[in-house]
């Protein structure tokens, strides 16, 4: 099935582990292509929006404790219809470039692989939530979780998941980017920051024509 065309703007998502450079990417990225005279909105999930970041309090937070697999799957879909409505498809339709840290991967991730919920149906709803808007380009940052979850101290919901957790969530990350190559980087999120957002910028170079120039 192929996913709604985004008329006239470009679609770029980052994805990863927990701790992997996804923000530093995204910034770097979004600062790049200001700086070529695109217009960028920068965003995230869960959040983005003010309703999506109450959502992403709720989800992340310790003191929300343990959530049904499916609850927890259902808030971030909630996050994500009100994203995709509210801000990524206005920005779109402007000619904009749009930069998120995080989108429908991260579901397929960690509440397909890492919770373990039916990864078919995860998708069917997912795709229905974001009216099945998909990413021209997918960059995801590897590397194992043991590395990417030492940068934090305190951590949340998710981050304090067990080791076994996040390698299944990395192993989702790299599947979905081996069924699709045409639509994502992976990138050794290891290497310098300023390898890794040249290598972003190499591949979005075809894609940035169709974008509108301020
Ligand atoms: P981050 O934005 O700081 O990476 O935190 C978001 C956390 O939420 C991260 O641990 C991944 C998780 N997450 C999901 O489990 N499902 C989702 O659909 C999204 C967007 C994030």
């Not at 078919?120 to 995801?140: K, N, S, Y």
């Not at 969530?169 to 699709?180: I, N």
């Amino acid at each position: 099935m192929e996913g709604r065309e985004t008329q006239r703007g470009v679609f770029v998502c980052f994805e990863g582990g927990d701790g992997s450079g996804k923000s530093t990417q995204s910034r770097l990225l979004g600062d790049a292509l200001t700086g070529r005279g695109h217009r960028v909105l920068l965003t995230r999930e869960p959040g983005g929006t003010p309703v999506g970041e109450r959502m992403r309090e709720i989800v992340l937070s310790p003191e929300t404790g343990v959530l049904a697999d499916k609850t927890e799957a259902l808030l971030y879909l909630a996050d994500k219809a009100e994203h995709v409505e509210t801000l990524v498809l206005p920005a779109l339709a402007r000619g904009e470039v749009v930069v998120t840290d995080r989108y429908v991967d991260s579901m397929l991730a960690y509440q397909g692989a890492g919770r373990a919920l039916d990864l078919v149906e995860l998708e069917r709803v997912a795709r229905w939530a974001t009216g099945d808007l998909r990413p021209h380009l997918t960059v995801l940052l590897d590397m194992p979780p043991q590395a990417g979850l030492g940068r934090f101290e305190g951590r949340d919901r998710i981050e304090g998941e067990s080791v076994e957790f996040h390698e299944r969530v990395r192993a989702g990350f790299l599947a979905l980017a081996a069924a699709d190559p045409d639509r994502y980087l992976v990138v050794d999120a290891h290497e310098s920051r300023e390898v890794i957002a040249a290598a972003v910028l190499g591949r979005l170079e075809d894609l940035l024509d169709r974008a509108v120039r301020a």
